[in-house]
């Protein structure tokens, strides 16, 4: 939460000084959920996942283009509070997730009242796991490093909102696919893992 609160905090003072005639960057500061489809363990037993809460935050560039636009991004995603329940003992009990992937974006009829938009890029992710098993035992691998591919799409809505700079509206899905067999506390079939994240906000231009 303070890594967050940091980023909002640095990108809203560069706001404020830049001067207002470039609008050049953009921040995007949205709320929504994460989804994680059910999984199998090693065994077959079930492993299901409850959706989280997901704090979303995007910094980007403009690079080139006009009415289709060419924009590098950097989003991050984090979602504190998975549960996990699975008949087999041995599994965490839940699960926070954070993603940080740098990508590029393209952005169609820029100058419309609505500008849909498509994104790609790799980054990094991060599983944080209970501290307990459902056995009760304690989990020896608590956090989890893993190679993350970001790739989703949206929706701006243009606003004649401005204070300081000018606002607009964002609807947006993303997937988070961690491409390293995840560990939660047993193993699981099929390696690499979608982790999907609708959102909605408001983004600043400046």
Known sequence: ???????????????VFCPAQERKNEAGFLLGAELIPERSTSSGTALSFSDSVSFSATYARHLTGRRTELLLEFPFA??????????????????????VTPSLRVRFLNA?????????????????????????ARNPAVFQNTTTVQFGGGVDFRTPLHVFFPISLRLEARDYHTLDTPNFGVGVRGGSQDNVIAAGGFVIHF
């Open 112 to 136: 419309r009242p609505f500008s849909p938009w498509v994104s790609g890029g790799v980054g990094y992710g991060l599983y944080q796991g209970s501290q307990t098993l459902n056995s009760g």
């Open 78 to 99: 984090a979602s504190p509070s998975h549960s996990l329940a699975s008949a087999q003992e041995g599994t965490i009990t839940s699960l926070a997730s954070l993603y």
């Open 1 to 15: 939460m303070r890594t967050i609160i940091s980023f909002i905090v640095t990108v809203l003072v560069f706001a």
